[in-house]
């Protein structure tokens, strides 16, 4: 591993001071704090071999270098543009906070991004994966409840592998979620999914934990706490067993999630909270995915479509 070159230590300082402003004041989690850092490392790192030692020597050109110099590399257009994110959100702070006589990247736009709306899941697609795990094993049973859930509520993996048995409420139907900047909320989940949890709760979770002690309902092979990897890796094998294509991802469960609810009559208002976006603004994109499927329905049945 090698070490930060000199320049880079004193941009590092503004770096450290953004992450926990962001920490402190807006609650993110570790997860999305480490990526922050991960891109702004990335950035810290060109302009020190550009020479600059801190942040009040950036302007608007040096982005453009490192922005070229990421393309030439073969970043993606998304991530170039969160990189860039990252830098103007820095560069915000840090005038706001009296440390920079003015904002350099105010008025620098981004990389603009392939048109794409969020993947989803066909209702076809969803059942076909959710046939897919061996209920005669234990860790069968285990991923069977892992599927329903994280499509049933919407979770993201992080909120997955943080449920805890006392999480599911079965009397009233809900699921206690824990987002992101630890913030909880209430989810309704159906009953299948919940026969699917409490079948999985009372006898192959059991056997995994042996004689351990733990509050997660996601465990491994061994008895512990199931990683993100884990999770990612579980949910790819099934994807690809299911025939899904390539696109799919974890996340994808989520999308699907909130557009089947919109599509089904649910209101924007609804799947905010079921999501738990702070912005609505967020949950905006997926009434154009819904309306993009209603736009293809039209065109398919149409007499003149």
Same mark, same amino acid.
């Given at each position: 591993?090698?070490?930060?070159?000199?320049?880079?230590?004193?941009?590092?300082?503004?770096?450290?001071?953004?992450?926990?402003?962001?920490?402190?004041?807006?609650?993110?989690?570790?997860?999305?704090?480490?990526?922050? %850092? /991960?891109? !702004?490392?990335?950035?810290? =790192?060109?302009?020190? &071999? #550009? *020479?600059?030692? @801190?942040?009040?020597?950036?302007? %608007? /050109?040096? !982005?453009?270098?490192?922005? =070229?110099?990421?393309? &030439? #590399? *073969?970043?993606? @257009?998304?991530?170039?543009?969160?990189? /860039?994110?990252?830098?103007?959100?820095?560069?915000?702070?840090?005038? #706001?906070?009296?440390?920079?006589?003015?904002?350099?990247?105010?008025?620098?736009?981004?990389?603009?991004?392939?048109?794409?709306?969020?993947?989803?899941?066909?209702?076809?697609?969803?059942?076909?994966?959710?046939?897919?795990?061996?209920?005669?094993?234990?860790?069968?049973?285990?991923?069977?409840?892992?599927?329903?859930?994280?499509?049933?509520?919407?979770?993201?993996?992080?909120?997955?592998?943080?449920?805890?048995?006392?999480?599911?409420?079965?009397?009233?139907?809900?699921?206690?979620?824990?987002?992101?900047?630890?913030?909880?909320?209430?989810?309704?989940?159906?009953?299948?999914?919940?026969?699917?949890?409490?079948?999985?709760?009372?006898?192959?979770?059991?056997?995994?934990?042996?004689?351990?002690?733990?509050?997660?309902?996601?465990?491994?092979?061994?008895?512990?706490?199931?990683?993100?990897?884990?999770?990612?890796?579980?949910?790819?094998?099934?994807?690809?067993?299911?025939?899904?294509?390539?696109?799919?991802?974890?996340?994808?469960?989520?999308?699907?999630?909130?557009?089947?609810?919109?599509?089904?009559?649910?209101?924007?208002?609804?799947?905010?909270?079921?999501?738990?976006?702070?912005?609505?603004?967020?949950?905006?994109?997926?009434?154009?995915?819904?309306?993009?499927?209603?736009?293809?329905?039209?065109?398919?049945?149409?007499?003149?479509?």
């Amino acid at each position: 591993m090698t070490s930060s070159p000199p320049a880079a230590l004193g941009l590092d300082q503004d770096v450290d001071l953004y992450l926990g402003h962001l920490a402190a004041e807006r609650g993110l989690a570790a997860n999305t704090l480490e990526a922050y %850092a /991960l891109d !702004l490392a990335q950035v810290s =790192a060109y302009l020190a &071999r #550009q *020479g600059v030692t @801190a942040w009040s020597q950036v302007d %608007a /050109l040096h !982005l453009v270098g490192y922005l =070229a110099s990421a393309s &030439r #590399q *073969g970043l993606s @257009a998304r991530t170039r543009a969160r990189r /860039l994110s990252a830098a103007r959100g820095l560069c915000k702070f840090l005038h #706001q906070e009296g440390l920079l006589k003015d904002d350099p990247l105010a008025t620098l736009e981004g990389p603009g991004l392939p048109g794409g709306l969020p993947h989803f899941l066909s209702r076809p697609e969803v059942e076909r994966l959710l046939a897919t795990p061996d209920l005669d094993s234990d860790l069968g049973v285990r991923d069977q409840a892992l599927l329903e859930l994280m499509y049933a509520a919407g979770l993201r993996i992080s909120e997955a592998i943080g449920l805890e048995v006392g999480d599911a409420q079965f009397q009233v139907g809900l699921l206690c979620v824990r987002g992101k900047g630890s913030k909880e909320r209430l989810v309704p989940v159906h009953q299948k999914a919940l026969d699917q949890l409490r079948a999985y709760l009372e006898g192959p979770r059991s056997r995994l934990l042996g004689q351990g002690r733990r509050d997660e309902v996601f465990l491994n092979k061994s008895g512990g706490r199931l990683s993100r990897m884990g999770v990612w890796k579980i949910l790819r094998k099934y994807f690809v067993l299911a025939g899904l294509p390539p696109t799919v991802t974890p996340h994808t469960l989520r999308h699907t999630f909130a557009t089947h609810l919109l599509e089904g009559g649910a209101d924007l208002r609804s799947v905010q909270l079921m999501l738990g976006h702070a912005d609505i603004a967020t949950t905006q994109v997926y009434t154009h995915v819904s309306r993009a499927r209603l736009s293809q329905v039209h065109r398919e049945h149409h007499p003149r479509g």
